[in-house]
């Protein structure tokens, strides 16, 4: 398993890929190849982005102008998602600082009966 700050600096790199101008493959293509560089599964990254003293979530928290808690609910919410894939962590990575938002302006989450993400006030 690598240290806190390279998981850091990994997820910095999956970010920017998530959140980069490509197709859904040319994204999971680009990622490939840093998940097989570091050594860690899909599910050690997923585990690891719920942790308070990870680096990236204090940083992605600071971004958003959130406390780190909300960051993290923030988290919570995206992966609750069903699937373990690469595509599915770069999708999760992507939809985090919209939920984070969403929280921000006092949206409270939920599921409907499909179990897809449902907002009310």
């Known amino acids: 398993m690598l240290s806190e700050e390279a998981l ?4 910095s790199q999956l970010d920017g890929v998530a959140n980069a101008p490509l197709t859904s493959y040319q994204r999971e293509l680009r990622a490939q190849g ?5 050594g860690v599964t899909v599910a050690q990254i997923v ?6 003293s990870l ?10 102008g959130l406390p780190v808690d909300t960051w993290l609910e923030a988290a919570r ?12 962590l770069l999708d999760r990575i992507h939809q985090m600082e919209a939920v984070a938002a969403m929280l921000r302006a006092g949206y409270v989450s939920g599921r409907d009966a499909h179990g897809r993400l449902v907002w009310s006030r």
């Open 47 to 52: 585990k690891a982005m719920l942790r308070y």
């Open 55 to 64: 680096p990236w979530n204090q940083k992605k928290a600071a971004e958003c």
């Open 34 to 38: 840093l998940l097989a560089e570091s």
């Open 77 to 88: 919410i995206v992966n609750q998602s069903p699937g373990q894939s690469l595509c599915d």
């Open 8 to 11: 850091s600096e990994l997820l």
